[in-house]
């Protein structure tokens, strides 16, 4: 079975700060993909960045990015320069080809004006 | 605009009472899904469909059924609520399987309360 961990129910960061969100997961597939969602308040649960089990290179989308450790099966969330609407509930997910999706426990980022 | 709609939003209904949960997305996906989501709990999968006619139940026990008549249309279903089916429902949909940019489109959630 696919578990995904993330140790930190909450973070803060300040604004115009870097934080990192901490995700790793368990799985005996070499052949996956990995995900980070945001859920703000009240709206909807958007994808961040997405990363291929297979690319080694670390995915980035703007002020957000990973560090993906595969050996480690570490996957964390770099967020930078942090602003106040990046204040939301962060899930990390996990997904082998073809098959359904394993989220974590979330991470509620604040961020502090 | 293509997207992925629940409703209602919040939904605050008497224990014995039948409930109905819609979700629709304008984007053709064949797979769609229904998660359960509780406070500082991850989210766990109810029940999913590959297309129409498709359903299957997931990882977490539920009492809810579904139904898929139509691509566009999940909706989530339960006979008689109790206080335990308390929670949030997300509604997701996804590119088929396979596809190389597949990722999950969600919907805003159903705040589900059964006194």
């Known amino acids: 079975a696919q578990t995904v961990t993330q140790s930190q129910p909450e973070m803060s960061v300040q604004e115009a700060e870097t934080v990192t969100l901490s995700c790793t997961y368990d799985?005996?597939?070499?052949?996956?993909?990995l995900f980070w969602y945001k859920q703000p308040p009240s709206r909807q649960m958007i994808l961040v960045i997405r990363?291929?089990?297979?690319?080694?290179q670390n995915a980035t989308e703007n002020r957000f990015s990973v560090n993906f450790q595969k050996a480690a099966k570490s996957f964390s969330l770099k967020i930078s320069d942090s602003q106040l609407g990046d204040a939301a509930m962060y899930f990390c997910?996990?997904?082998?080809?073809?098959?359904?999706?394993?989220f974590g426990t979330g991470t509620s980022l604040t961020v502090i004006p | 605009e293509a997207d992925i709609y629940q409703t209602p939003r919040y939904l605050v209904i008497g224990t014995g009472k039948k409930i109905t949960l819609e979700c629709s997305q304008t984007?053709?996906?064949?797979?769609m899904y229904w998660y359960q989501q509780d406070p500082g709990m991850e989210l766990h999968l109810i029940h999913y469909?590959?297309?129409?006619?498709?359903?299957e139940k997931g990882d977490l026990s539920s009492e809810s059924t579904v139904s898929r008549i139509r691509t566009e249309h999940f909706p989530l279903t339960l006979e008689s609520a109790r206080p335990s089916h308390t929670s949030q429902y997300l509604c997701?949909?996804?590119?088929?399987?396979?596809?190389?940019?597949?990722?999950?489109?969600f919907g805003s959630g159903t705040q589900l309360s059964v006194l």
């Open positions: 997910a996990y997904r082998r080809t073809g098959n359904q999706f394993y």
């Open positions: 799985t005996s597939e070499s052949d996956y993909y």
């Open positions: 984007m053709g996906h064949d797979k």
């Open positions: 997701a949909s996804s590119e088929p399987a396979g596809a190389t940019n597949e990722k999950l489109f």
């Open positions: 469909s590959y297309g129409v006619n498709s359903t």
């Open positions: 990363q291929e089990a297979y690319k080694q």
